[in-house]
């Protein structure tokens, strides 16, 4: 067998990164393994321990939680970033920065190549392959799970007949991708869509009919566009959405489930379970409402949809998405103030705002004698307004009106 030199792996410690170490190795390479803690629930040690035990030549563990938080999400967060609307894409903000670690591991180690373990049908090959092609054009991508076409029965059959220990059998069949942004949950019964996703299948929030009967509040403060309080106490990044998983799961808030777009063509059932992003997500969206300028608003919402796919498909690093990440800035800088957030049942309304650089006035919205608005401008405001359309119809009059035949009352 040629050898072909050292490749990095990005390692999670699940079936197909487990395979994919073996398998490398069958192929000529050293393997280097790079996991990236980002928050989820797992013995990084351990993971650390397996990688080494499965035949990796050197493992390294790296924390990048605060770099996640501050680089990825709140970014996303300020631009409301939601895939089709819904996906808070958890999986997807973390892709980028692992590609960043795969890339600094690989020249620091003199490896030919990075690999990750993504199999043809989903979004975080190109993830991957796109933010490394960025990053190092010159690095060489392999992805051994899509080349061997394995399914994932024949997956677990593999890692059996070579003795490499996974989480995960034939009767529990679930593809799990957790960080502190969320959990993303697949495969088993969840494929059927028309199977109501099993309790069993999610870890950070309650069965909402299992939830407090009692309804929760909790005040998230925000300063230009981030989170930096819950009930008046100041918490940095990871702690404040540690935090909030914790309370909002709690009350079985941030179960998504959904029929998604993959960018490979063709629809996947997605569950995920966001607690503190959606809360966050509902939170800030209010703050903006009440702070931000009516033209400010609607030019953000058209770039909200484009940032969302752009990190859905891959193009973090790309000129565009730097762009709006300016805009957005820029936008968010009034972005400050308090939101009260009522938790029950698997909901999170935002029931009460404040803040200094509220656009909602008083004396202008109210109805009662302490109103300032000046009602008598309102007949010039509309026709003038209005002087388009007039001007319009004028030269070109409507049809004559034609109303059913209705029967007269009060006659």
């Known amino acids: 067998m040629t050898y072909k030199g050292k490749v990095v792996l990005a390692y999670s410690g699940g ?13 000529g390479y050293d ?15 351990a993971v650390k321990d397996k990688a080494l035990k499965t035949g990796a030549v050197n493992a390294y563990v790296m924390d990048l939680r605060e ?46 190549a990075v690999a990750h373990g993504c199999t043809g049908k989903g979004q975080d090959q190109v993830r991957f392959e796109v933010c490394v092609g960025a990053l190092d054009p010159k690095l060489q991508v392999l992805a051994p799970v899509r080349d061997w076409h394995f399914s994932r029965e024949t997956e677990i059959e593999y890692a059996k007949e070579h003795g490499i220990p996974v989480p995960v059998t ?22 059927d869509p028309w199977n109501e996703p099993p309790s069993d299948c999610f870890a950070l929030t309650a069965d909402p009919w299992d939830a407090p009967d009692a309804p929760l509040y909790m005040e998230i403060g925000f300063e230009k566009g981030l989170p930096v309080s819950l009930d008046g106490a100041v918490m940095e990044g ?91 800035d820029k936008a968010q ?30 004396d202008l919205a109210t109805y009662t004698d302490a109103d300032t608005f000046d009602h008598g ?10 002087l388009a359309v007039k001007t319009w119809r004028q030269v070109h009059p409507a049809e004559a009106l034609t109303v059913p035949d209705l029967k007269a009352v009060g006659q």
């Open 377 to 386: 401008s309102a007949k010039g405001f509309i026709n003038v307004w209005g």
């Open 238 to 328: 990871p702690a404040l959405i540690a935090k909030l998983n914790e309370i909002a799961g709690a009350c079985g808030v941030g179960r998504i489930d959904m029929i998604e777009d993959r960018l490979v063509g063709f629809k996947s059932r997605e569950v995920y379970e966001c607690p503190a992003a959606v809360v966050l997500m509902g939170a800030h969206k209010a703050l903006e409402k009440l702070t931000l300028a009516k033209e400010v608003h609607a030019a953000k919402a058209d770039m909200e949809n484009k940032y969302g796919e752009l990190a859905y498909v891959g193009y973090w690093y790309s000129p565009l998405k730097e762009a709006y990440d300016a805009f957005f």
């Open 31 to 45: 393997v280097v393994t790079m996991t990236a803690d980002v928050g989820q629930v797992v013995d990084l040690e």
């Open 170 to 191: 034939a009767k529990s069949p679930y593809s799990i991708d957790e960080n502190m942004w969320g959990r993303a949950i697949e495969c088993g019964v969840l494929e």
């Open 67 to 112: 770099e996640f938080v501050s680089d990825f999400v709140w970014p996303a967060l300020k631009a409301n970033a939601q895939y089709q609307g819904t996906y808070p894409l958890n999986s997807a903000l973390s892709r980028p920065l692992i590609a960043k670690y795969l890339v600094w591991v690989a020249q620091m180690e003199g490896a030919v």
């Open 15 to 27: 079936l197909d990164t487990c395979v994919a170490v073996k398998w490398l190795m069958d192929q």
């Open 333 to 362: 800088e009034v972005v400050s103030g308090v939101a009260r957030v009522r938790l029950y049942k698997g909901q999170a309304v935002v029931v009460g705002l404040k803040s200094e650089n509220s656009l909602y006035q008083d």
